[in-house]
């Protein structure tokens, strides 16, 4: 089990029956496949559709593909509806939980995801409007780059929203961002509170009840 | 009976410098006939309002690898490196709007509205110089309506009175977009003798759509 | 004929082919039967159908009516959609002509025809929206009501919007209202001009080449 | 599964004094089982909002007749001389709104944003004390969201998700009302089994829907 499979598989835990569920690009998406099927979790992609699956597996439809633009496929009882009605879902308020990978969060709870000024301009995407909106924002990340921290104690890249996100989770700590800081609530198993804050610029608060990560079984 | 079109004469109704809504995201429901013609007359100096610039070689990314792009308003352009380059270079300009806001602009520039007041982006990057609205103690960004000369949007079926049907994802930013531009020409996968799209499948109504584009057929 | 059809009679020579057109309830509703079925004129009703057919003749289907809840039929390329979209056809200018009836109308060209204060007070309906936005606005109307005169200086009834109206037809006139006032264009079969100031309240700029209405054929 | 439940339970879970947004116009499209419910059951003191209050005896008109009704908030009240006897009898309130503005501000309610800036109605008495706002050099009022309690919403077809498709008319603000309100109770012509309602058929996803009322079925 690599770093990503260990996120995806915390991720996982936090995914409730019957919920509405959107899933960044990337390392997000992976969470879907630790997500039982009996759950009835309804997965949104923001180009329209609510109930996208997995690979389509030699049945793709070239008008059928999730926010990356690969192809999916859709399960029974899918809605398909334009984008305007897809950030209307988002914006207001009847998306449970997003997903999403970050470049910086902040001891606010911050995220930075969408632009490195100078250096890379993608856009953001629909990734400001997920943040503001979602009733829970999960960030999915490896914990740092290159040995550079990533949870840092004031963001130098411009954020995403000023909203603060719910949880942040990493291949090393499950990190709750609070209006005292940021509350490290799980270790990954073998680590231990010090070497997260190790890897971590921004102070971290060691809660009293600091567990070791369960994860979703393969 | 809606004007029917070939691609050619389509095209040519579209003069150079032409603001120019497309359909699609990542290239999923864009009329490539159009934008394939598009390059074929090289129409160039276009202004550009999309979601995203698809990839080099896919959808809107064949009108920014023929540089006939000067400037694009999307939400994305990350999976366009050709984009990317071309704005460092300073051979277009790009606006980047959070993709629900985007597509609410358009929508006001269709339905007549006066701005979209929105939570997203306010305190960002995304939101300076712009006005912010504080309505009932939370705070809005007032993002302006979009218009355009022309729409280029795709269909599954349409209608000889140009009556449309999306599909699946392939419905994204097309139905707004056939509300908020001055002309617009529609590329379906297949035509159907009108009253063969229940009223109910009707997204598009045919009273938006200016011109039906035949595609693969002789003007 | 009576008065009610010599104005739809004549309101229906107004209405281009192909052209997309409300007709309000009551009076407004008689001008479809005088517009031939091949001009392919597609009627929107604001509850929620372009392409909206007469009576349906014993087919009638509990989901379909006219927004006076009214049964009606649905032609061949008819579309149906929800509110938010019928309104964004009409204020988004997308409505060649809307024809409505009318309480007064003044020396600008404003229309009061949503409330009496006092006395009655059914509301605006969709009348604000059309009267704003659709690109030609028709007043199509009896000329009196009961004596008083409804065409006068200025309203004494608030107004539906502050856009001017494009046309007023009644039984007597067809009066275009304009910057420098209320210009008569056309009187009706055996009525002179003078007759119509009569009935009048607000002065009329005869036009140098006032003509006798023409109506289209039963 | 979505929880289905029977009229009189989804009743039952509506408070006195709620604030219910109603679909239909002039009946059509308006759930004729839960109104009939809620007389039975007598809920009162109620704020509607709603496109018109039909007729007597008909759709929100029964409501009116029970004198269950607080205030209205609708476009119309005309067909129904017996909201505008219990309004000047000053039994009730009443607020109209344009049908244009009204739809938008239950969208709002429902997609996050902050009001609608619309041209209608400016300069006229249902703009008066309201905020207006220039843009571009042209007038609009500023009209805030409206979200409620609950909603009750008829479609044609439901499956056992939720998802809604509305027939002809009859969706009119069934759509955006089912976004905007915090519990949301459909009652369908007909329940189907997930899967039988095509994708691109569903005009409201079942995640919006939080009850599936059984009309005709004993609970």
Not at chain 1, 12 to 34: D, F, K
Not at chain 1, 42 to 47: A, K, T, V
Not at chain 1, 82 to 108: K, N, P, Y
Not at chain 1, 146 to 161: D, Q, R
């Amino acid at each position: 089990m690599n770093g990503k499979q260990l996120i995806a598989r915390r991720v996982a835990r936090e995914i409730q029956p019957g919920s509405l569920v959107n899933l960044g690009i990337g390392l997000p998406t992976m969470v879907a496949q630790y997500v039982p099927e009996e759950d009835n979790v309804f997965f949104q992609s923001e180009n329209g559709i609510i109930g996208s699956g997995g690979l389509p597996d030699g049945m793709e439809n070239t008008s059928l593909s999730d926010a990356g633009g690969g192809m999916i496929g859709a399960l029974p009882g899918a809605a398909a509806f334009d984008s305007a009605f897809s950030f209307g879902l988002i914006r207001g308020g009847h998306l449970d939980m997003t997903v999403l990978g970050g470049l910086q969060v902040d001891s606010q709870g911050r995220l930075a995801n969408w632009i490195i000024p100078g250096e890379r301009v993608p856009g953001m995407g629909g990734a400001m409007d997920l943040v503001t909106s979602a009733r829970k924002v999960i960030v999915a990340m490896i914990h740092t780059a290159k040995g550079t921290a990533k949870i840092v104690e004031k963001l130098n890249l411009p954020m995403t929203s000023d909203r603060r996100v719910d949880l942040i989770i990493t291949e090393l700590a499950v990190i709750r961002p609070s209006e005292q800081g940021l509350i490290l609530e799980e270790v990954a198993p073998g680590v231990n509170a010090a070497q997260v804050q190790d890897q971590t610029e921004a102070k971290l608060i060691v809660s009293d009840s600091v567990t070791t990560m369960e994860l979703k079984p393969t | 009976m809606k004007k029917t079109t070939s691609v050619t004469h389509a095209v040519e109704a579209i003069p150079q410098e032409a603001s120019i809504m497309i359909g699609g995201f990542m290239g999923v429901g864009t009329p490539e006939h159009l934008i394939d013609e598009m390059v074929r007359q090289h129409k160039g100096g276009l202004t550009v309002i999309a979601n995203d610039t698809a990839r080099p070689g896919v959808g809107i990314g064949k009108l920014i690898d023929a540089r006939l792009v000067k400037h694009v308003t999307a939400s994305h352009i990350g999976t366009n490196p050709e984009t990317q380059r071309q704005m460092i270079a300073e051979e277009l300009t790009v606006e980047l709007v959070p993709q629900g806001t985007l597509v609410e602009q358009i929508r006001c520039g269709g339905f007549g509205l006066g701005g979209v007041l929105t939570p997203t982006a306010v305190g960002t990057l995304a939101a300076e110089g712009k006005r912010i609205l504080e309505i009932e103690g939370k705070q809005f960004l007032l993002e302006l309506p979009l218009k355009a000369d022309f729409a280029l949007i795709k269909a599954q079926q349409c209608d000889y009175f140009g009556n449309l049907q999306y599909r699946l994802t392939a419905q994204n930013f097309n139905p707004v977009m056939a509300m908020a531009a001055a002309t617009v020409f529609v590329e379906a996968v297949e035509l159907v003798p009108v009253g063969c799209i229940a009223p109910d499948d009707v997204h598009t109504p045919g009273t938006l759509v200016d011109y039906i584009v035949k595609t693969g057929v002789a003007a």
